[in-house]
């Protein structure tokens, strides 16, 4: 099974727009990157991918699909 909620770290600038954003606040910065605490709780509704200034995030299976 694949990820729900993928970070690609290297486009990543730690801003924290999406763990403000998160309606299930599953995302944390650690050391100024963002991390996914629980996939498996993600809502897929795919706001912190759309809030996401740099595209680092991808969320699969999102609701709007």
């Known amino acids: 099974m694949g990820k729900i909620v993928n970070v690609n770290l290297d ?9 403000e954003i998160c309606p299930k606040k ?17 809502g ?7 809030a996401c200034p740099t595209g680092a995030i991808k969320v699969t299976g999102k609701e709007n699909e």
């Open 11 to 19: 486009d990543c600038i730690g801003c924290g727009v999406c763990v």
């Open 26 to 42: 599953i995302l944390i910065l650690e050391n100024d990157k963002c991390k996914v605490t629980d996939e498996n709780l993600c």
């Open 44 to 50: 897929k509704t795919g706001c912190c991918q759309k």
